[in-house]
């Protein structure tokens, strides 16, 4: 293996390309060491500059590790003299190369080639290279590009084995499925070759920049060819990627006909063709319901309004003649200011999320690359200013998409600008929430962040979207402002306008034209007034209601929410996109955001939950065979416990500082020995009150012995349902599955409920559930103590409670878990509340 050492001036400029680095690697990493910065000056700013000692200590380091040799990657100027010392101070005992490479492209290149093993030389080749993909797309005459890859002709062409496929992705191979055909190529003696020119060019498998050169699109055919022991399998592997579209069909995009005039090859002939599992668009689960994914919990109803569609791509027509490109590039500057100040002047009257959101979009509209690339093309290429910034767009959506995950859902944000900058320069309006004064649930194939962040002052009840994911901007916003939404709804936009519709965020539905009656009693509901403050029944049972809350801003508004306390401080907020964990100042400082707005009140602090849909770099492994049931949440203390230490260091020091009454919570966990252990740390960490997340059935089963070592629990609804059902809360086809009126669910919180009463300690609820006011009372009724919430439930939920005795609770909860589906639990809990509102 080939070890990498990353020089920089900038410790974040190395982190953030090694990070990018990474995510092209699906499976083995190489070793890379980052010797970037020069420390940091007296008020512990990071000083920007290179130390050739810590250079030299990375290349040690490697050394030590065991790696066959070593390339050094530098940006600029001082990092290669740096650099060309160290190689000298290191005396290493196996080859180092200096790599005159680009060096964000270069390092991408070279962790994919050495994850497929290729030794030095071919590992500094392919750093090397790495410009010639943007070089050859962007048509830069003065860059020389590299020499072309040399073809291979096997010593016995007869043993060469060849397979067509269509590349079927909607962005060709682009920089990930690039690095995955790398990966998976190996050694194998694997080529392709693009089909869609005569002689059309080929690149070696295993050459990530080769690969970007070839230029596959979307439809283009390929001919792959291997040779040697393995060739099938290299074969059937290569094909079955490009077949599977690397992971990147849309089930709403066609798949490209596989072509009709391709002959039988001699691979072909002697084995099948994989057919590819075609996605099938999700049809509604009932007459009159659509189903996607919930992401935001909460019913609403209300008369659909569908967002336009966004504006019409802008014509490359007429050319732009040689004396006007330079006035014509001029225009695209004071558009993308003009867009920006007005972003930023709704940033300025927004809070929270929403202005956070607003002050990215107006920052990401001046971006200096779009608006300079754009000027570029209309002085190169003659484009019309409104086609040459569309164009210039397109591109950096592409790359975010390479990226994937939640990159790849910002997206989204590139287009936002793009539509507003081009709608400025063509003088038109861009397509938006509706401003009316009548309650609407919004329906949009997608929604731009600079959109969702302006809903809190509209009549919009819930949000229904036909793309869209768990971390998209319409998901954080939607939760944010309390909003029900649903993602992923197949054709949510053939919705005629003005059709009534229920929105249920929690089982992922959207109701067609559901009964009258419905409506007018979830519209009465949203006119609630303020919550006072107190979570109380009929009968004066108190039953507090607390805050889920995420960051220090999301504390302040769940005070002024007059919530009674937090049932749920999530702290992953100070980990995330983080290649190193924070230390235990950095976390103190961020606890104590949180705390100092519930001074005197209960705050339960839930440990890090990282994993499963939240991987962090620093704590969960690179690939996990099914990472729901993986390392998560408590789990990770297994292979890092000073992880865990320092995050309880941090709290109590945080805890002391600050009056907020600190309670502390493991999540994920199955054992009384995981609870034992995680109470005996929190209790030398100076943390008296503990407590253990309720989130699989194993922990609802031994509630009774858990409470023998820790002094409450609290139910994760979310991940008790998923586990439970066996139904990944995420998988929108699912959705029926992931209901928390499950009765199996109920009936695993029924028996939480009675171990909490008999050990006299408390239950909480800090799952979405809390938040829905038609389970609240069956909650309580199962010996639910407490419910935490979105802060904008607090008053539906504590008025819903406040109509209710705890007898009549209970009856609500026996109905609901006697029940044999969660639709009858529902509905036999619904009749029996219903007679006490009677």
């Known amino acids: 293996m080939i070890g990498i050492v990353v020089v920089s001036h900038s410790r974040g400029l190395a982190e953030a390309a090694l990070q990018l680095a990474r995510q092209m690697v699906p499976g083995d ?44 990657l530098m940006d600029l100027g001082s990092a290669v003299l740096s650099a060309e010392l ?132 979307r439809g283009d055919e390929l001919e792959l060819t291997a040779s040697g022991p393995d060739a099938a399998d290299a074969l059937d592997t290569l094909a079955a990627l490009v077949d599977d579209g690397f992971g990147a069909l849309d089930a709403a995009e066609p798949t490209p006909a596989e072509p009709s005039s391709a002959e039988p090859t001699p691979a072909e002939s002697t084995r099948a063709e994989p057919t590819p599992a075609q996605p099938t668009p999700a049809e509604p689960a009932a007459a009159g319901v659509l189903r996607g994914r919930g992401v935001s919990a909460g019913r609403a ?85 409104a086609r040459a910034l569309w164009d210039t767009a397109g591109a950096h959506e592409r790359l975010l998409a390479s990226l994937g995950g939640r990159m790849a859902e910002r997206v989204t944000d590139i287009r936002d600008v793009r539509d507003r900058i081009v709608a400025e320069l063509l003088g038109i309006e861009v397509p938006g929430v509706p401003d009316r004064d009548d309650p609407f649930v919004l329906i949009a194939r997608d929604l731009a962040p600079a959109d969702t962040a302006t809903l809190g002052g509209s009549a919009c009840v819930a949000l229904v979207t036909e793309l869209g994911g768990p971390n998209s901007h319409t998901a954080i916003i939607a939760r944010a402002l309390g909003l029900p939404a649903v993602v992923s709804v197949h054709d949510a936009t053939a919705i005629a306008n003005g059709t009534p519709v229920l929105v249920d965020g929690e089982a992922g539905s959207v109701e067609l034209d559901p009964p009258a009656d419905v409506v007018a009693a979830l519209g009465a509901r949203a006119a609630t007034a303020a919550f006072d403050g107190h979570g109380v029944l009929a009968d004066g049972h108190a039953v507090p209601l607390l805050a889920n809350v995420g960051t220090a801003a999301d504390a302040v508004s769940g005070a002024a929410a007059g ?68 390392v998560r949440g408590l789990r990770i203390a297994r292979r890092n416990p000073a ?86 809360r995420l998988l929108g086809e699912l959705a029926d599955l992931g209901d928390a009126w499950q009765p199996a669910v109920l009936r695993l919180i029924a028996t939480v409920g009675e171990a909490g009463a008999a050990a006299g ?63 009858a639990a529902r509905a036999a809990a619904t009749a029996e509340l219903a007679r006490v509102t009677a």
């Not at 290179?50 to 030299?56: G, R, S, Y």
């Not at 995955?180 to 080929?202: F, M, N, Y």
């Not at 007005?342 to 920052?363: M, N, P, V, Y």
Request: charged residues 20%.
């Open 301 to 385: 109803a209300a008369p659909a309004a569908v967002l336009a569609a966004p504006i019409a791509e802008p014509s490359s027509e007429p050319a732009v003649a040689d004396a006007d490109r330079e006035a014509e590039a001029g225009r695209i500057a004071p558009a993308a200011a003009a867009v920006a100040h007005r972003l930023a002047a709704r940033a300025a009257a927004a809070t929270g999320e929403a202005k956070d959101i607003l002050e990215a979009t107006a920052l990401m509209a001046e971006d200096p690359d779009l608006v300079a690339g754009a000027a570029d093309l209309v002085r190169t290429a003659g484009l019309p200013a």
């Open 563 to 630: 919530a009674e306390g937090v049932g749920l401080f999530r702290t992953e907020f100070c980990f995330l996109d983080r290649d190193t964990a924070p230390t235990i100042d950095e976390q103190v400082a961020a606890y104590r955001g949180v705390l100092a707005p519930f001074a005197g009140k209960k705050v339960v602090v839930r440990t890090l939950d990282a994993g499963s849909d939240k991987p962090l770099p620093f704590a969960n492994a690179d690939e996990e065979e099914n990472p729901a049931l993986g």
């Open 761 to 823: 300690k408390p239950v909480g609820v800090c799952g979405e559930a809390g938040g829905d006011p038609a389970l609240a009372p069956v909650l309580v009724g199962l010996g639910v103590t407490s419910l935490s919430m979105t802060p904008r439930a607090l008053g539906t939920v504590a008025e819903r409670l406040g109509c209710m005795r705890l007898e009549e609770c209970r009856r609500a909860a026996a109905a609901a878990i006697a029940s044999p589906t969660a639709a």
């Open 29 to 72: 990493r190489p070793p890379v060491r980052l010797a970037a910065g020069a420390g940091v000056d007296a008020d512990g700013a990071p000083i920007l500059g290179t130390d050739a000692t810590l250079v030299a200590a990375a290349i040690g380091e490697l050394q030590a590790d065991g790696v066959d040799g070593v390339l050094v």
């Open 643 to 728: 992880l865990l230490d320092d995050q309880l260091a941090a709290l109590a020091i945080a805890a002391a500082a600050e009056q907020a009454k600190v309670e502390v919570m493991a999540p994920m966990v199955a054992t009384v020995d995981e609870a034992r252990d995680f109470a005996d740390r929190c209790r030398a960490a100076g943390l008296q009150r503990v407590g253990v997340m309720i989130e699989t059935p194993s922990a609802a089963l031994l509630a009774r012995e858990l409470f023998e070592v820790v002094d409450f629990v609290s139910l994760g609804t979310n991940d008790l349902t998923q586990y439970t059902m066996a139904a990944d």
């Open 86 to 217: 160290a190689v000298e101070l290191a005396a290493a005992t196996v080859p180092v190369r200096l790599a005159p490479a680009p060096f964000v492209e270069g390092l991408l290149a070279a962790v994919v080639s050495a994850a497929a093993g290729a030794s030095l030389d071919a590992v500094a080749a392919e750093a090397a290279g790495a410009l010639e993909a943007k070089t050859g797309q962007l048509g830069d005459a003065d860059v020389a590009p590299a020499a072309p890859a040399p073809a291979t002709t096997p010593t016995d062409a007869a043993n060469v084995l060849r397979r067509r496929v269509v590349v079927r992705n909607p962005l060709g191979i682009h920089a990930r499925p690039a690095a995955l055909i790398a990966g998976v190529a190996g050694a194998s003696e694997a080529r392709l070759r693009l089909r869609r020119l005569p002689d059309g060019p080929e690149a070696d498998a295993a050459s990530l920049s080769r690969l970007l050169v070839l230029g596959a699109r």
